[in-house]
Structures are given as C-alpha cells and as structure tokens.
C-alpha cells in the first residue's frame, strides 16, 4: 500500500495530467473547486484499486498505471471497489456539485459503451483504465516501463487488452504499442469522442 503522502503525491500527478483531458474537462468545466474534486476523487480510485493490486506505480511519484484482468475483478467486485473509490470524493463535494458530477457522468456513458469488447472476443480481457507520467519524464521511457510488464503478461494469458479514452492525442502512443482502434463514439452536444483500443 502507498503511504498518505505518495497516495496524495500520484493524485496530484493525475489530476495534473487528466486536467488538459477532453472528458475531465467535460467533467468539471465550470466548478469552482473542480481540480479539489478531481483530485479527491483519483486518491479514491488509486486507494481502491490498490487493494485489488491493480495499481502500478515508478518511483518518486513520475508514473502510475491503474488496469485489471476480468478474470480477477468480475463486474460484481468491481462494482464494490467503484464505490468504494467514490469515498474520497463524497467527502469533499457539495449536493449541487455531485448532481453535477452525476449528470455529466451519466451523459458521458451514452458514448462509452458497456463491455463493447465482447463483439470482438469472448473471455476475460485486461482492462487498462489509466496511464499517467510526469511531463519532465516524457521520452524517459517510464511509459514503457509501465505498460511492458502489462503487454507481457497479457500475451503469456493470451489475454487482449481493452481501453477507452477521450483524447485523440492519446491514439498513436497506444497504437505505437500495437494497440488497435476497434470503435470510436461521438457526441456533438458534449463535443466528445470515447475511442475503443485493443490489443
């Protein structure tokens, strides 16, 4: 488990990194204590996560990754460790923000469609859920060396590997780790895109 302060420390680095994204921006656009909210609500997903060893993370707080098998977190227990990763962030907001929160949310999952992998395999997949590096270690390698131990095991389980994401930036870094866009789903009304990538 990570200590208070390196929980508090790769928080930060998500909220840093996840504040110029599409669906965060979508998320919190016009709250006042939207980066407060954001990070509240990381330190819950990392602490919960980390109880079902799903968390990996390079030292001095530069890098983390967050992603499971569904082999070993069925929907049942990850339903519980979702609402258990909300903790954090039920703590710190106010009725009118989380009935904010709550709206966006359930607008942005109009376009995320539920288990959309099983058009195209049958079984257990690892779901990648977050990758996030410092900037200062941007061409370092520790993107790498996050996401390799990941790609290894998955092809010793010849298990494919699922993400969703909102930022088309994020599209050729995935695809350079053979990463293929499956399907991609557009709102103009929340002027966002969720791209489907597997591997």
Not at 100 to 114: E, F, K, M, S, T
Not at 156 to 172: G, H, S, Y
Request: charged residues 25%; glycine residues 6%; hydrophobic residues 40%.
């Amino acid at each position: 488990m990570l200590k208070e302060s390196e929980l508090k420390t790769y928080a930060e680095l998500m909220k840093t990194r996840f504040l110029e994204d599409p669906g965060v921006i979508f998320q919190v656009k016009d709250l006042d204590r939207a980066e407060l909210l954001i990070k509240a609500q990381f330190e819950g997903q990392i602490e919960a996560f980390m109880e079902e060893n799903a968390v990996q993370v390079q030292a001095d707080g530069k890098g983390l990754l967050i992603g499971y098998s569904t082999r070993d977190l069925p929907e049942d227990r990850l339903m519980n460790v979702m609402q258990q990763s909300s903790q954090k962030l039920l703590a710190v907001v106010n009725q009118e923000e989380l009935q904010v929160l709550q709206d966006r949310a359930v607008r942005q999952a109009q376009i995320i469609p539920q288990n959309w992998h099983t058009a195209y395999v049958d079984g257990a997949v690892y779901h990648l859920l977050i990758i996030a590096t410092d900037e200062s270690v941007k061409g370092t390698g520790v993107f790498r060396k996050l996401i390799t131990p990941v790609l290894e095991k998955c092809e010793a389980n010849k298990e494919p590997i699922v993400l969703e994401t909102f930022n088309p930036d994020n599209l050729p870094i995935y695809e350079h780790f053979g990463f293929n866009l499956m399907e991609s789903h557009t709102s103009d009304d929340m002027g966002l895109t969720c791209y489907c990538m597997m591997r």
